[in-house]
């Protein structure tokens, strides 16, 4: 058997770090977090709602992501997901809602209802959900599949730790 040397070990031991250990940053860590449990707030407001339910299914099954738990309390939730067309009636109601969610908390328009007032150009309805709040990410779509809004869920997770990259919560 070949003789092992102090310094041998050592080199072992140094590559057996470089392969085990990692080096990150708080925020970083607290982005990958973050990002990997985004709770929505139940909020579906028309038919882009059924897709969102779809979404929470096993067949596409949004546990994958960590953001199955849909809360009935703002005060739980990061997510609005704003499914569906906002009429005027509803909203200072969403605004409400949005104002109760902790920060950091963001929002995603599902569909184009919801984006830009879709089919629906008219006064009974809001022509855009950001001229009330501020929104993320947006998924076109009339109404966008389960696979669309999973496609936008992962964007707003890239969002997040894009930003902690570059030295930002939100
Ligand atoms: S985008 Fe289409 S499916 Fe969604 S709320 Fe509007 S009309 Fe309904």
Not at 6 to 12: L, N, T
Not at 152 to 169: D, F, P, V, Y
Request: proline share 5%; aromatic share 8%.
């Amino acid at each position: 058997m070949a003789a092992v040397t102090r310094e041998d070990r050592a080199e072992g031991h140094l590559a057996g770090l470089e392969r085990n250990v990692l080096t990150t940053t708080v925020e970083r860590m607290l982005a990958w977090a973050r990002s990997s449990s985004v709770w929505p707030v139940q909020f579906g407001l028309a038919c882009c709602a059924i897709e969102m339910i779809a979404t929470t299914t096993s067949k596409f099954d949004i546990a994958r992501f960590g953001m199955e738990a849909f809360r009935a309390s703002p005060r739980q939730s990061d997510l609005m997901i704003v499914a569906g067309r906002v009429s005027q009636k509803m909203a200072p109601v969403l605004r409400h809602i949005y104002d109760q969610m902790l920060e950091p908390k963001w929002v995603l328009s599902m569909g184009d209802c919801a984006s830009c007032g879709g089919v629906y150009n008219n006064y009974a309805l809001v022509q855009g959900v950001d001229k009330i709040v501020p929104v993320d990410v947006y998924v076109a779509g009339c109404p966008p599949r389960p696979e669309a809004l999973l496609y936008g869920l992962m964007k707003l997770q890239e969002k997040i730790r894009e930003r902690a990259r570059q030295g930002g919560s939100r």
